[in-house]
């Protein structure tokens, strides 16, 4: 079955950075698109970035542009989410997933548990 797995948060001080990673088993990675979520608390959930099959990626949130990157991994199944210069605000539960089709999109069927993220001095 399709599983997707979170890791890599924690508690970084503004400014610092982190890397998360989403394992991915079940289906055939190589083609399908992989987003990024979080939700705060208190707030609703929102897209962050997705990376598709092909070269480039899709940001969904204009706060993180110029400080996330994502990336992927064929090879491991995996992909990262590289967060620098981060601050208060981006603290929240962040979740990988995807709806096992080429293209981003916000409506993914399949979601990992997420992973917490606090920023934090």
């Known amino acids: 079955q399709v599983q997707l797995m979170e890791s890599g948060g924690g508690l970084v001080q503004p400014g610092g950075s982190l890397r998360l990673s989403c394992a991915a088993s079940g289906f055939t990675f190589n083609y399908v698109a992989i987003s990024w979520f979080r939700q705060a608390p208190g707030k609703e959930r929102e897209g962050v970035l997705c990376k598709g099959s092909s070269v480039g990626s899709t940001y969904y949130s204009d706060s993180v542009k110029g400080r996330f990157t994502i990336s992927r991994d064929n090879a491991k199944n995996t992909v990262y989410l590289q967060m620098n210069s981060l601050k208060p605000e981006d603290t929240a539960v962040y979740y990988c997933?995807?709806?096992?089709?080429?293209?981003?999109?916000?409506?993914?069927?399949?979601w990992g548990q997420g992973t917490q993220v606090t920023v934090s001095s």
């Open positions: 997933a995807t709806n096992l089709l080429r293209p981003c999109t916000v409506n993914n069927r399949y």
